[in-house]
């Protein structure tokens, strides 16, 4: 049984997650907190790969984390795309959670132009812009669907979104990749601004920047994930752990004291 795919993840497989994260205090991490580090979007990549069995694409792959079952199934692949940021406290606020989808700019504005949308046509026709973002995302999956020759199975494939705050407080939640329906939503171009706005009746599901970098945001309902974890924080390092560099002179002593001589 497949962990997000075949079942929920166990309480046993969430803490190995949570160590995996926590080591990354030790100077490794991508983030710089105070005199340390801590774990960033391709820690998180690797660490949901380790903690689950699955491979890690460390690549723009559509999916950064592919979990298979033991060949013998004969079994398709399943994918993970992967993503974090510091919006935690959002959640909270008004019940959505963040998820920065792309900023594939160039993909999203090609499929526009082929319906005839340009930026400045775009506020008048924002409905047809918001089918031509929704199209392309979707061949981004079909694109690697089992269904159409390629190794994934795009219907037990998901989002897994690491949410953290400034208290270090971290929550995971799982959401499917049908996240949303354009001809459901209400497009719209907020007076001034440069994006593109998606209201599914209670707020904005949908941006897209179009004037800067062409990120495409999603906020899903937290209520509507699939799973969602507990709260919980990094373990903390052990004091007599050595930093980044006493790491190197502790695996390497020779080598280490000859450097530090030369």
């Known amino acids: 049984m497949i962990p997000f795919v075949d079942r929920a993840p166990s309480k046993g497989e969430i803490e190995r997650l949570r160590l995996i994260l926590s080591t990354y205090q030790d100077g490794t991490g991508m983030l710089v907190h105070g005199g340390a580090t801590l774990p960033g979007w391709r820690d998180f990549e690797r660490s949901v790969a380790l903690a689950f069995g699955g491979a890690a694409s460390e690549s723009k792959a559509i ?6 079952a033991p060949a013998a199934d004969g079994r398709p692949q399943y994918g993970i795309s992967c993503k974090m940021r510091r919006e935690l406290n ?3 606020r008004d019940g959505r959670v963040t998820i920065e989808l ?46 159409a020759g390629g190794e994934v199975d795009i219907g037990r494939s998901y989002y897994l979104v690491l949410l953290w705050n400034k208290d270090l407080d971290y929550q995971l939640f ?11 939503l209400k497009w719209s171009v907020p007076s001034g601004a440069k994006r593109l706005c998606g209201h599914d009746g209670n707020g904005d599901l949908i941006e897209w920047y179009f004037g ?6 999603l906020y899903p309902l937290a209520t509507t994930a699939i799973w969602r974890s507990d709260r919980f924080r ?14 190197a002179a502790t695996y390497f002593p020779d080598h280490w004291a000859a450097a530090t001589s030369i």
Request: hydrophobic share 45%; no cysteine.
């Open 63 to 68: 999916f950064d984390v592919v979990l298979s």
């Open 90 to 92: 959002r959640v909270v």
């Open 102 to 147: 792309s900023n594939a700019a160039g993909e999203f504005w090609s499929a526009l132009r082929a319906r005839e949308v340009s930026e400045a046509t775009l506020s008048e026709r924002a409905d047809i812009a918001g089918v031509a973002l929704d199209s392309v995302v979707r061949a981004w999956h079909q694109g690697v669907s089992h269904a």
């Open 174 to 184: 799982q959401f499917p990749l049908d996240l949303w329906d354009a001809s459901r």
């Open 212 to 217: 800067s970098g062409g990120q495409l945001k």
């Open 234 to 247: 990094l373990e903390p390092l052990p004091a007599t752990l050595p930093p980044a560099i006493g790491k």
